[in-house]
């Protein structure tokens, strides 16, 4: 798959079917317009491409109103490869951008850049400054321009696939439910970094990501879930997230114990992890014993869940 940051990387591109939106998470409602296109493209000889942006429109319009990410770019791209698409057009997304009327970004993208024949969207596509444009409008410029405009009725069923639901379902943290949406585990990634060493002092030692205010981060609480080395190496853990309220913590961390292992060095390293389960929420205990049997449990329930 190639990768385009920019309209001034797209060579020789004759003719493209083109799909355009941020896929945050590339969860199955995207896929589902995704593979239409892909599917489209083959019938007609065209080029399949994702038009996306980054960063999230939404930082840079209303940066107080930025929704959590359920993917990073790297992590996006990659989803998007795996749905088999010819080329993916990352658009930075600045304040020239969102000033950008709808009829100039279909002329300077769609029709100068990807000489594009088709376009697929959701039915619900808004698009240009303000979000004026809407699929009525892309058919009339379709028209004028001479592509075709697919509009593709959201999947889902009752429970429509979008990312403001999965994000609404990790809120809660329902991961099952989102995990159920997203067609995969929701994933959170991060450096570790050093925490209290407390976990390693009970015998638990765990991976403590940075702090990062741009992920979507499930409810407090316990989970099970997997950790993700950088060199690809899968394994089964228990995940905690809160404050750590049984010794009065403040800070709100996001940390993994790998399941009987305590002789790994993670310090500095990238990490994924992938939220399978909740256990239980976040509980203050009376004490370390009291933590101590808790904690056992949830490594248990943990094992039977992921092994």
Same mark, same amino acid.
Request: net charge negative; aromatic share 6%; with cysteine.
């Given at each position: ?26 969860h ?60 993916v ?6 304040? #020239? ?28 596509f808004?698009?240009?400054?303000r ?7 892309l ?10 405009v ?7 069923? &009752?429970? #429509? ?15 099952v439910?989102?995990?159920?949406a ?18 390693? &002092? ?5 991976a ?46 996001v ?8 002789d ?11 939220? #399978?389960?909740?256990?239980? &929420? ?6 370390? &014993?009291s ?15 992921? #092994?």
């Amino acid at each position: 798959m190639q990768v385009w940051r920019g309209l001034d990387e797209v060579k020789d591109v004759e003719r493209s079917l083109a799909t355009i939106g941020v896929f945050d998470g590339v969860h199955r409602g995207h896929r589902h317009v995704i593979a239409g296109v892909v599917r489209h493209a083959g019938e007609i000889g065209a080029v399949s491409v994702v038009v996306t942006f980054d960063p999230h429109p939404m930082a840079v319009v209303a940066p107080d109103r930025r929704p959590p990410a359920l993917a990073t770019l790297d992590h996006r791209l990659q989803l998007l490869a795996d749905e088999h698409v010819d080329a993916v057009l990352v658009l930075p997304f600045t304040t #020239t951008r969102a000033q950008q009327s709808a009829e100039d970004f279909v002329r300077e993208v769609l029709v100068d850049t990807l000489h594009a024949k088709a376009v697929h969207v959701g039915e619900n596509f808004r698009f240009g400054h303000r979000a004026a444009g809407d699929v009525a409008l892309l058919r009339e410029l379709g028209t004028s321009y001479g592509f075709e405009v697919v509009p593709v009725p959201l999947a889902g069923g &009752e429970t #429509t696939w979008s990312s403001t639901y999965v994000r609404d379902r990790l809120a809660e943290g329902d991961v099952v439910a989102a995990q159920k949406a997203l067609g995969r585990p929701h994933r959170v990634e991060g450096i570790v970094v050093h925490g209290d060493h407390r976990g390693r &002092e009970l015998g638990y030692p765990t991976a403590n990501l940075g702090p990062d205010d741009l992920s979507a981060v499930p409810a407090d609480g316990v989970y099970a879930g997997w950790l993700t080395r950088a060199s690809g190496d899968r394994l089964p853990a228990a995940i905690s997230i809160g404050t750590n309220p049984t010794f009065g913590g403040l800070v709100r961390r996001v940390e993994a114990y790998v399941l009987d292992r305590d002789d790994l060095e993670l310090y500095g390293e990238h990490v994924a992890l992938d939220f #399978t389960a909740r256990l239980r &929420e976040t509980v203050k205990f009376d004490g370390v &014993e009291s933590l101590m049997v808790q904690m056992a449990d949830d490594c248990r329930r943990a094992r039977e869940i992921l #092994t």
